[in-house]
């Protein structure tokens, strides 16, 4: 394969597309091509799959098997096409099938080598991610779409609440009776910084206390924003004119951040609370902040931020497929 | 903290439940995926209908304190029975000692002259507090709890909330469920307890399964004192599978998607580590799967405070 056809093909790959030249050396550095005979399986779901693949040259094809369906035929991959985005993030299982259809030559970058990569250039750990989160959000659009599709045809009981914007009131951590201490050592997502991170993100940020009920980001806020729950719990539901599908609950310790922070388009989840919540709230001006000033500490955070889109695009998945299989009924108050 | 699973559908071998997929209900006991610091010790309880035993209404019982993964009993009769509808539950208390093993206690509970059964996994914290406040809730006929769990209370209450025991329709169920939760929550105000309380409830009467993923304030741990151990402060999970019917494909178990949905498995946690053609359920979830003409039907709730 030329040089140069080499590039191009990364280029038009959509993980690698902020990269420049150099980047895509480095990538080249830390990766190695298969070959895959006619009809040799790539990807197995459910099965573990270690890394990124690109698609050099040759075709294959995907499927995978869903609840309450056969086996479907997702799409045939070419070449600077790819596959198990996020496998290379978070060590998952793979979420299709993927089978050479001809001879295939593919650049993978395996996640241990990621992981190497990530500590010497987090720059360019921070541009995958950054491309990938995008991927992930336009996906979650789609979704949406299908979703609210459904809804808009379902006769849901919608007993919601009116939710009320109501005022947040900072509050201390003393008078949250929250320990510092145990707030770091005990949660995993913490953890991921030290000691010195940890309080660089807590003071671009302020402690909430938010009633229940409380709408924290709307659907079509375009207003970058980032929550990060310490107590209570946050609900993630789609809406269609009056209709309501819950996607997911996020408990302590999750991030909440609206799209337009990747993007800069508007909300597609709406974000409230559904049970009294202590939040960290960082605003867009201190997350900017926190880019300009500190910017590994930001790569590092960008790492949450993708994290919190990955969960929500599984929930989104798995939503359909319920709006698929089941009766559904939307809120009953107790 | 507790492991149950639920079935419905085509007649299936017990056995292919408990012992053999890769991530089995037994090995769920000492080794569970998805519940982190404590294993399920405290006992195995399991009710099955089986439509060509005798008495086909009333269900095989099994419960016993002993460790599952020793028990030749149980193993025998899970290789010989194959009921249409299972409720089974691995009960897992706190290693302080506070937790009484006895069979008592083991889930699930089905009161002499009901043929409602019911587990629990979660926890109601504080519960001693507003335990007799419930009395006032449960009726005569239902005051006939005999362990110390809190699972049994609940299920007192719930029997007591439903218009009709003997033959209730799934829409009575849902109402008494979502009953039992308000009387649970305004007790629970009343005696100012704010703390994290899981509430997933598995109940059948072999007709239908009804289950519920819900906590009580979820997302507030204790603040002071801490307790000792933090199980009941984690994620409790709730699944599902649905197909054809349950069986080994290419080495591993699997739900069999083909044209006809007749069998549903409902658990805390998936029975295999391959867990994509499995369902996580959110939480405030109350979900229904009953068999029509054959076919499984899913009606799903949200649960709003």
């Known amino acids: 394969m030329l040089v140069t056809d080499y590039y191009n093909t990364?280029?038009?790959?959509?993980?690698?597309?902020?990269?420049?030249?150099?980047?895509?050396?480095?990538?080249?550095?830390?990766?190695?091509?298969?070959?895959?005979?006619?009809?040799?399986?790539?990807?197995?779901?459910?099965?573990?799959?270690?890394?990124?693949?690109?698609?050099?040259?040759g075709s294959a094809f995907m499927s995978a098997k869903m609840l309450g369906k056969k086996v479907t035929q997702i799409a045939t991959l070419e070449s600077g096409d790819f596959f198990g985005?996020?496998?290379?993030?978070?060590?998952?299982?793979?979420?299709?099938?993927?089978?050479?259809?001809?001879?295939?030559?593919?650049?993978q970058l395996t996640t241990s080598y990621f992981a190497v990569l990530s500590l010497f250039f987090p720059g360019i750990r921070y541009k995958i991610l950054k491309a990938i989160t995008e991927m992930i959000i336009l996906r979650i659009k789609y979704l949406h779409r299908d979703i609210v599709k459904i809804v808009q045809n379902l006769n849901l009981n919608t007993s919601h609440r009116e939710h009320i914007n109501r005022e947040t009131a900072s509050i201390s951590f003393a008078a949250a009776r929250i320990d510092l201490d145990e707030l770091y050592n005990r949660s995993t997502f913490f953890k991921t910084f030290n000691q010195k991170e940890f309080n660089e993100i807590l003071s671009h940020s302020d402690l909430i206390k938010v009633p229940n009920h409380c709408n924290l980001i709307r659907e079509d806020e375009i207003k970058p924003?980032?929550?990060?729950?310490?107590?209570?719990?946050?609900?993630?539901?789609?809406?269609?004119?009056?209709?309501?599908a819950k996607?997911?609950?996020?408990?302590?310790?999750?991030?909440?951040?609206?799209?337009?922070?990747?993007?800069k388009s508007s909300s597609v989840i709406n974000y409230t609370t559904c049970e009294r919540a202590i939040l960290l709230r960082l605003t867009n001006e201190k997350l900017q902040a926190l880019k300009t000033n500190h910017l590994q500490l930001w790569y590092k955070f960008f790492n949450s931020i993708c994290d919190s889109f990955i969960n929500l695009e599984i929930c989104a998945n798995r939503l359909l497929i319920r709006l698929n299989s089941e009766s559904y009924r939307s809120s009953h108050h107790v | 903290m507790c492991r149950a699973l639920s079935y419905l559908g085509s007649p299936i071998l017990i056995e292919d439940l408990l012992y053999k997929p890769d991530s089995s209900f037994i090995k769920q006991s000492y080794h569970p995926v998805y519940m982190p610091h404590l294993l399920n010790l405290a006992g195995f309880g399991m009710v099955a209908w089986d439509t060509c035993s005798s008495n086909p209404k009333l269900p095989y019982v099994y419960k016993t304190d002993r460790l599952p993964f020793y028990?030749?009993?149980?193993?025998?009769?899970?290789?010989?029975?194959?009921?249409?509808?299972?409720?089974?539950?691995?009960?897992?208390?706190?290693?302080?000692?506070?937790g009484l093993v006895a069979k008592q206690n083991v889930h699930p509970f089905m009161f002499e002259g009901s043929n409602i059964a019911f587990a629990h996994n979660g926890a109601l914290f504080e519960f001693e507090k507003m335990k007799y406040d419930l009395l006032e809730y449960i009726s005569p006929s239902n005051k006939k709890i005999e362990g110390t769990t809190d699972s049994e209370w609940l299920y007192a209450l719930f029997l007591s909330q439903l218009k009709n025991q003997n033959n209730p329709s799934v829409n009575e169920v849902s109402e008494a469920i979502l009953a039992t939760l308000k009387i649970l929550r305004s007790l629970r105000y009343k005696h100012n307890i704010r703390v994290n309380s899981p509430m997933n409830l598995f109940?059948?009467?072999?007709?239908?399964?009804?289950?519920?993923?819900?906590?009580?304030?979820?997302?507030?741990?204790?603040?002071?004192?801490?307790?000792?151990?933090?199980?009941h402060f984690v994620y409790h999970s709730l699944w599902y599978t649905y197909g054809e019917y349950y069986t080994v494909e290419n080495n591993e178990y699997k739900m069999k998607q083909g044209d006809r949905m007749s069998s549903i498995i409902i658990a805390s946690e998936p029975l295999t580590e391959d867990t994509t053609s499995w369902i996580e359920v959110p939480v405030y979830t109350l979900i229904v799967a009953r068999l029509e003409d054959g076919l499984i039907k899913i009606v799903s709730q949200d649960i709003c405070l």
């Not at chain 1, 929550?227 to 809406?239: D, P, Q, Y």
């Not at chain 1, 997911?248 to 337009?260: D, E, F, G, K, R």
């Open chain 1, 85 to 107: 985005e996020i496998s290379l993030i978070e060590k998952a299982s793979a979420t299709a099938t993927v089978i050479a259809r001809s001879q295939v030559k593919c650049l």
């Open chain 1, 10 to 57: 990364l280029l038009k790959s959509g993980p690698f597309k902020y990269l420049d030249t150099q980047e895509l050396d480095m990538i080249k550095k830390y990766s190695r091509v298969i070959q895959y005979p006619a009809g040799a399986v790539m990807a197995m779901q459910g099965k573990s799959s270690d890394g990124l693949y690109i698609i050099l040259y």
């Open chain 2, 203 to 231: 109940i059948s009467n072999g007709e239908f399964i009804a289950c519920t993923r819900f906590v009580f304030d979820f997302g507030w741990e204790p603040i002071h004192p801490k307790p000792a151990d933090s199980a």
């Open chain 2, 71 to 98: 028990d030749d009993n149980l193993r025998n009769l899970t290789q010989k029975i194959s009921p249409h509808c299972l409720l089974t539950h691995i009960r897992g208390v706190s290693y302080t000692g506070k």
């Open chain 1, 247 to 263: 996607l997911t609950v996020l408990a302590p310790i999750n991030a909440i951040v609206n799209n337009s922070l990747i993007d």
């Open chain 1, 225 to 244: 924003i980032c929550f990060i729950v310490i107590r209570g719990a946050v609900l993630a539901t789609i809406h269609s004119d009056h209709q309501t």
